[in-house]
């Protein structure tokens, strides 16, 4: 039970990546407020970990609903350890050339007001209780916050400016509250959502074989769950484990990054050798 007498706050804790990590929170003994703007993935979610729970419907985009949630968070468990700012939507890597000159500043200031507004105004909302707690701030990058090719360049925009706000964020708040990132690869499980402004509405994030896709994309040769991200999240959340870090965010993502010029199967080097097990 790492997480026990621990409170956290998981945006975006009603589907995929989020629904993984409230799970594993509460697993680990957490109680935990889920903030989503579908108040029926919040009522799933109540039914499933009761009185472990609470929700709170609302737009990560507004000052309002942050303040409401960690305001609610509190008054359910009495205080605030662990902010997780998650909420987040996608692109589908649409291309800049394929996108006419008025979709792209629409689409532009819906990405950055969820992916990197919504962190922020969240991450001012909890500062005051996490600053009582000597808390904890967690934000969920993404492969494309530090690789192109993960989105279009509006996606991968704002997941760069999620490692920039981390750094600031915890060079601010040091030594009181300390902020750390965890940049997952592919989700299975995700419902990630497009963009409205780029009418991207009835795209399915279930529709791309994503399993077939990371096998041949990624050194580890395959794809990862949800719940195999959400404890990289309960690592950075107890503690115990993470005393010393701040302004650090995690790769984990399958090793895309640690394929180089080699050939894309390097590890058929220790089979020739060892034998298959
Ligand atoms: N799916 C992937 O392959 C993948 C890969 C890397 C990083 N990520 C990141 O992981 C995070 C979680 O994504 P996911 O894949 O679990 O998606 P998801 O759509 O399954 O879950 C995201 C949740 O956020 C909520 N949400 C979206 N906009 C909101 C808003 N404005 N206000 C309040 N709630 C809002 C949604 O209702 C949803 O329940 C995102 O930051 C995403 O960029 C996803």
Redesign the pocket.
Known sequence: MQLKDQVALV??G?????LAIVERFVEEGARVAI????QE?IDDAVKAFGDKVVGIA????KVDDNNRAVAECVSAFGKLDTFVG?????DYSKTMVSTEDDELSSAFDEMFA??VK?YVLGAKAALPELYKTKGHMIF?????AFYPG?GGVLYTAT?HAVVGMIKQMAHEFAPHVRVNGVA????GG????GTSALSQEGIK?SDIPLDDLMKQMLPLERAFN?REYAGAYAFFANRRDNTPGTGAVLNFDGGIGMRGFGSPNMGAELVAKFGAI
């Open positions: 945006t975006g009603g589907s995929g990546l989020g903030f989503d703007r579908s993935r609302g737009d990560v985009r998650n909420a987040g939507i996608w969820i992916n919504g969920t990058a993404s492969n494309a993960g997941k997952p690869g592919g989700i995700s419902n990630l959502a994030f949800a």
